[in-house]
Nanobody, 117 residues
Framework: QVQLAESGGGLVQPGGSLRLSCAAS????????MGWYRQAPGKERELVAA???????NYAESVKGRFTLSRDNAKNTVYLQLNSLKPEDMAVYSC???????????WGQGTQVTVSS
């Protein structure tokens, strides 16, 4: 079992930055498939950025060059740095961990990112 807790969301002006954190209740070093998704009102949840089992880091086209995914295994935390934010980035951002052993996904409760002047 893994519990995920996101933080770092908030209100920011267009062009601003935020850093989202996803703290896990246990070690994340065993997970290679983890990242962030987002869901805006009236839209489906979409992948924002994720580490994949093959060692790559995948980003949605709309966030490439602006968002950066990173992890600190010692702190059991995954980060998403959001730069040059746009109104269309506004959504609830959720952390995801996929366990290939347990064959299930774990989700956090989400954190709201609002981009508005």
């Amino acid at each position: 079992q893994v519990q995920l807790a996101e933080s770092g969301g908030g209100l920011v002006q267009p062009g601003g930055s935020l850093r989202l954190s996803c703290a896990a209740s246990g070690s994340i070093s065993r997970f290679s498939d983890m990242g962030w998704y987002r869901q805006a009102p009236g839209k489906e949840r979409e992948l924002v950025a994720a580490f994949s089992p093959n060692g790559n880091t995948n980003y949605a086209e709309s966030v490439k060059g602006r968002f950066t995914l990173s992890r600190d295994n010692a702190k059991n935390t995954v980060y998403l740095q959001l730069n040059s934010l746009k109104p269309e980035d506004m959504a609830v951002y959720s952390c995801n961990v996929h366990s290939s052993v347990e064959k299930r996904d774990y989700w956090g409760q989400g954190t709201q990112v609002t981009v508005s002047s």
